[in-house]
């Protein structure tokens, strides 16, 4: 059975930091790409960031640029995402996802975690 477990999440201040990791089991990863999304109330989901099996080539949305930073460690089946300068507009449930075609498929992912809760208060 394949799992994406996030974890992390949690409340912190404007300016903060938070480090989220998304725990894959189930089956091998070699060859996925992973990415995160999240989602706020009354939002669509939306595209943070996503990394590719190599490692080499990351990609980012916009609002998360310069802030966010995602890597994984094929060794432990993990994907992290470290978010710093955190904004009250940050505030979402952060999704895993993994997807063997194109991270710029958002519909075409094949896996998804149940989700962190981040909160960031003004």
């Known amino acids: 059975q394949v799992q994406l477990v996030e974890s992390g999440g949690g409340l912190v201040q404007a300016g903060g930091s938070l480090r989220l990791s998304c725990a894959a089991s189930?089956?091998?990863?070699?060859?996925?790409?992973m990415g995160w999304f999240r989602q706020a109330p009354g939002k669509e989901r939306e595209f943070v960031a996503a990394?590719?099996?190599?490692?080499?080539?990351?990609y980012y949305a916009d609002s998360v640029k310069g802030r966010f930073t995602i890597s994984r460690d094929n060794a432990k089946n993990t994907v992290y995402l470290q978010m710093n300068s955190l904004k009250p507009e940050d505030a979402a449930v952060y999704y895993c996802?993994?997807?063997?075609?194109?991270?710029?498929?958002?519909?075409?992912?094949?896996?998804w975690g149940q989700g962190t809760q981040v909160t960031v208060s003004s």
């Open positions: 996802a993994a997807t063997r075609g194109s991270y710029r498929d958002y519909d075409g992912y094949d896996y």
């Open positions: 189930g089956r091998t990863f070699v060859g996925y790409a």
């Open positions: 990394i590719y099996w190599s490692a080499v080539y990351a």
